[in-house]
């Protein structure tokens, strides 16, 4: 049976990813659903955000479902989605985000470069090591190559007119892109910032370093009007994590009024890992036949609490 | 006698600064301008595309009126514009940005982080160093609160929530503008790039370091129709060095079709670092009543040469 691990977090990943959790259940009842605590609320209350029995039972899942996870500006405190994305190897982090004429992913590599975790501190500066090495240049061009094949190209977003390691991991995956026989081109990360957004048309896979991915989407995400409604996968060779992109928006929690469509979507994306592609497609299309009708959260308009919007996306797939 | 360097270097480099060089012999006459060739035009035709000599008059001038430099696909080429920048420790990196209902300013430090230089290949990896050090961070942030002080307030763009560089940073920032007395807020630098494109009106002065910089007035570009409008300052304690934001555009070079606005409104930066305020806002006032009359060149939808705009903003400043 397959296990899902189920991640609520903090603020208002407790609203959004119940709603989530829902639509799994009615499209897949075989699906067996778990809890797991972690987060800054357990942080504050036990001292831990996420233990080693925590990442066990993360480990243990076929799939994770996460919500958010409140960052405090507390210097004790390391992200713990950090500390997941690590621990489980989950080397690319996956944004498609599509609009009117356009439909792009961003490929992010989500284990190095400058997220090594490689710093000091001297007398008088703080060093921070941007870390590129070949074996996860090589991996995340491949996931990216392969995503392409399926799509139409690939660009590869780098700085090597300055960065010695940004040149490695070009060459590397332009030379991926080759043998796989996917057209490919570079584009300088500072310029593709602003591309994206100018003519997000000529884009289709985009992969790139950790920060550098970090950065460019969420500049794409101005395309769609936020990061409110996209979501996200974190995949690695052996372990696979879905969250929305937004974070744990502490103004809004407790109220009801947050957008759950952003971890609806992430659902679909678990559901599409799994190869169900039936359901993935119409959980998706429930969202859209919900929103298209009126049905709609504060953010987008409407007057719908994050409860309702869900039940009206479960109706929907109930008539679908 | 103000001395001033002209380099158009290459591309539309050497159509746009003839223009900003026609305006500011036209409004100050008692300047003396003088050309120095640098680029990859030069490197191919020397084997040096900016040598120790060329430093020299370079570094001999009150102020440096620079055209664009192209970056060729080669990997023996350094760009000659990160060596005058480090050469000249032009640590500074001024992009404003104003437009309908915002009027921003970036600064960018411009000597360090992950332009250190350090960088190595090992075995199966490669490393470039991001460093932060406490005087470049201080001059930056003392920069930035010098203008925020005649303005309104300061943003931080950083990624302290991952990078220890980055909380050595906002540490320091944070300090110098509470020594200040500038109100001051830290803001992560990718849902900054994301921000400052849907609410830009929140911004005044925006303090980063060098690849945030890059990449966020890059984004911020967008704001404004791209980068062919967008002039910049980089300024040391010693030097100080104006240039388009835009680069030498070899697709559209020796075609008398390239704007020359931003090459204009750099050299009324230039203009007011030495405290002609008077010229430079008639300078600025001539570009102004020059496209509101209709001349314009093609990215902005007319069919006005590069020369032709040059010679109506002249008329213009000569009625002024
Ligand atoms: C919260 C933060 C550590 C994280 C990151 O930098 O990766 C976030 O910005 C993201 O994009 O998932
Ligand atoms: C051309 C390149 C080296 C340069 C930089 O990275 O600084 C450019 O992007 C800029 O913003 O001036």
């Not at 892109?177 to 300088?188: F, I, L, M, Q, R």
């Not at 599409?272 to 592609?277: C, I, L, Q």
Request: proline share 4%.
């Amino acid at each position: 049976m397959v296990q899902i691990a189920v991640v609520e977090g903090d603020g208002i990943g407790q609203e959004v990813i119940p709603v989530a959790r829902a639509v799994i259940e009615a499209v897949r009842p075989d699906f067996s659903l778990y809890d797991v605590e972690v987060g800054y609320g357990r942080w504050k209350r036990t001292g831990s955000a996420c233990d080693a029995e925590t990442m066990e039972s993360l480990r243990a899942a076929d799939a994770i479902l996460f919500g958010a996870v409140t960052t405090p500006p507390d210097p004790e405190y390391r992200s713990v989605l950090l500390q997941i994305r690590r621990d489980l190897d989950l080397y690319a982090n996956i944004r498609p985000i599509r609009g009117d004429g356009f439909d792009l992913v961003i490929v992010r590599e989500n284990t190095e470069g400058l997220y090594s975790g490689i710093e000091w501190r001297e007398a008088d500066r703080a060093c921070t090591l941007r870390v590129i090495t070949e074996k996860g240049s090589r991996r995340i061009a491949r996931c990216a190559c392969t995503l392409a094949k399926q799509r139409r190209h690939l660009t590869i977003g780098n700085k090597a007119n300055v960065l010695k390691s940004d040149a490695f991991f070009l060459e590397i995956c332009t030379r991926e892109a080759e043998e796989a026989g996917v057209p490919c081109k570079a584009h300088y990360i500072d310029a593709l910032c602003l591309d994206i957004l100018m003519h997000p048309d000529r884009y289709d896979v985009i992969v790139t370093t950790n920060m550098f991915g970090d950065i460019l989407s969420d500049a794409a995400a101005y395309l769609v009007g936020g990061l409110g409604l996209l979501p996200s996968a974190n995949i690695g060779d052996k372990h696979a994590f879905f969250e929305p992109v937004h974070g744990s928006a502490p103004d809004i929690a407790g109220k009801n009024v947050a957008n759950p469509i952003a971890a609806i979507k992430s659902a679909a994306m678990m559901l599409r890992h799994f190869g169900d592609t039936e359901h993935a497609a119409a959980v998706e299309e429930a969202v859209r036949l919900t929103v298209a009708k009126g049905t709609r959260t504060v953010d987008l308009g409407g007057a719908t609490g994050t409860r309702e919007f869900g039940e009206a996306v479960l109706g929907e797939l109930g008539a679908l």
